[in-house]
């Protein structure tokens, strides 16, 4: 893992944004580094696989939590809401970490090719040791960096490689089943992608058990099964979690993100604001201001000293 370290690092420090995310001209692919151990992040994750090359991160669905450091993978099979916290990092030795979400084109090809491994693990979220050609195969994506002129050329059979090496390694049972053709996981998908763009508006289960091609009772039934969420409760969190990036990141007011969101009422937004993030949103922007405000005096010290 040292030579993939190297890479990972490489990038992560040359293209991280803010937020610590490095994007790559390969669709799905981006490195993540942190210098510090982070607050609580929230999100609803795609299906993808990390692969830890530094440092340590502890994720939580719902009663479930996870540790992992470098070495080891987390992989997430749905669309599922996460807590997730960087609990070792530091300057000298950055959290790093190479995140691909999984393309169920790609999944549905291969397991077709591969026929059914069987196995029953369903879960959504789980940590395994990287396995050694997953490892090998995301080194080789890395070096097609250096070289742009060969990612038109070989993103795909890399691509595909890496794909080939989580079905048939430890995670493969897991993933399997965002390959079978218009099977549950793949149904409740393209619902899920549009509450993803149309979170903000109204929409109603019939609309989307209609887009994901089943009755409004097994729709609510499989998507809870898959997301851990009712649809409803999904679309609140999407909203949640959006106006959070916007008060925090954008400087938005609370009542200004609430409406952005699709929220009609203020003290309803901050109710279940208060209920998800344990704070309520303006005490929320005044500690991540009165901790900017530190962090920018601290440094202003510096450069006078």
């Known amino acids: 893992m040292s030579t993939l370290l190297h890479a990972v690092g490489r990038h992560a420090e040359a293209h991280a944004d803010a937020a610590g995310i490095g994007q790559t001209p390969i669709p799905g692919l981006m490195t993540v580094r942190a210098t510090a151990p982070s607050g609580l992040l929230y999100a609803i994750s795609r299906p993808l696989v990390c692969l830890v090359v530094q440092g340590s991160k502890h994720v939580t669905m719902g009663r479930q939590g996870f540790g992992f450091s470098a070495g080891d993978s987390l992989l997430i099979t749905a669309d599922v809401p996460t807590v997730s916290q960087i609990t070792r990092a530091s300057v000298a030795a950055p959290y790093l970490s190479l995140v691909l979400e999984l393309d ?8 077709a090719q591969m026929g059914d491994a069987g196995g029953d693990d369903h879960a959504p979220v789980r940590v395994d040791p990287t396995d050694r050609e997953v490892a090998d195969a995301a080194l080789r994506l890395m070096r097609m960096l250096d070289r742009p002129e060969s990612i038109p050329v070989l993103q795909r059979q890399l691509l595909r490689e890496m794909h080939y090496w989580l079905l048939t390694g430890r995670h493969g049972t897991a993933i399997r089943r965002l390959g079978w ?10 619902a899920v992608a ?12 019939e609309q989307l058990a209609a887009i994901a091609g089943m009755s409004p009772s097994s729709f609510h039934q499989h998507f809870r099964s898959l997301t851990s969420l009712s649809p409803l409760q999904f679309q609140k969190q999407l909203r949640l979690i959006e106006a959070r990036r916007l ?8 009542g200004s993100a609430a409406f952005a969101v699709g929220y009609e009422s203020v003290p309803q937004f901050t109710r279940e604001y208060g209920r998800m993030f ?7 922007i005044k500690a991540v201001r009165s901790k900017t405000g530190a962090v920018q005096a601290a440094a202003e010290r510096r450069a006078i000293e």
């Open 104 to 111: 169920p084109a790609i999944l549905t090809d291969l397991s």
């Open 181 to 190: 053709p218009d099977g549950h996981a793949q149904r409740i998908a393209r």
């Open 194 to 205: 549009v509450l993803r763009t149309g979170f903000a508006r109204p929409l109603r289960v």
């Open 247 to 254: 008060m925090l990141a954008e400087g938005m007011t609370a």
């Open 278 to 284: 344990g704070s309520s949103p303006v005490r929320e």
